[in-house]
């Protein structure tokens, strides 16, 4: 079940959602692109091996959520062929990303380790840092979250 909440981060009352699950609940905010969960305990040991692994710009954005005990980050959301969003920049001017997969031509599958299809991030659409919701249309995805 989804429901609305403010978000800690950007204080959205429309765009914060919070869908509940049996055991846990997850969270996405549309406006500012962080998103939780709340097994995101903040200092236990599964979270910050999480954060480890995260891009730096995850890294140096995140949020802790001392109402909920929980880290907010900015989403990295893989939509496999239907594209990818994430974050680009630095912690103080950073930019929300879309970025399509195109195919490789036979002849240059070499540069790309024989793969026939990457991601086509020189030709990324930006969006402001709270527009996330315009990288989700972009992608697809929030037709059925806000209609
Ligand atoms: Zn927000």
């Not at 995260?54 to 959301?77: A, C, F, G, Y």
């Not at 920049?89 to 929300?96: E, I, L, R, T």
């Amino acid at each position: 079940m989804e429901i609305k909440i403010t978000c800690p981060v950007c204080y959205s009352t429309k765009q914060c959602l919070e869908e509940k699950q049996e055991s846990f609940s997850s969270f996405l905010c549309f406006k500012c692109g962080y998103m939780s969960d709340s097994r995101y305990k903040i200092g236990s040991v599964n979270m910050i091996e999480n954060i480890k692994k995260s891009p730096k710009i995850v890294q140096d954005t995140i949020h802790e959520d001392n109402t909920r005990d929980i880290v907010w980050m900015l989403s990295v959301i893989n939509m496999g062929q239907m594209g990818m969003i994430y974050p680009e920049g630095s912690k103080d001017a950073y930019v929300w990303k879309y970025a399509k997969v195109v195919d490789i031509p036979p002849e240059d599958r070499d540069k790309y380790d024989g793969h026939v299809q990457r991601l086509d991030v020189e030709n990324a659409k930006s969006f402001h840092k709270f527009d996330f919701l315009s990288a989700c249309d972009e992608l697809g995805m929030t037709k059925r979250v806000f209609n």
